[in-house]
């Protein structure tokens, strides 16, 4: 989960960005990735949701 974290940071330009891309907060996302980093498993939704950002980025090439 952290690679796709990672992707989308890369692929939007900053954490803020990617935030935006996925539809939260830049709390509700800061919040997300330290509980990934962390280890802590997170609701199935929300890594569903980022696994589908992800791969809708690369499909894309870029960040909206």
């Not at 940071?9 to 939260?24: L, W």
């Not at 919040?31 to 569903?48: F, L, M, T």
């Amino acid at each position: 989960m952290e690679l796709y974290v990672n992707y989308l940071c890369e692929a939007c330009g900053s954490h803020e960005k990617a935030a935006e891309y996925v539809g939260y907060s830049i709390r509700q996302y800061r919040d997300i990735r330290r509980k990934i980093e962390a280890g802590c498993i997170i609701p199935p939704r929300i890594e569903n949701l980022i696994r589908a950002k992800t791969q809708e980025l690369q499909a894309a090439g870029a960040c909206k």
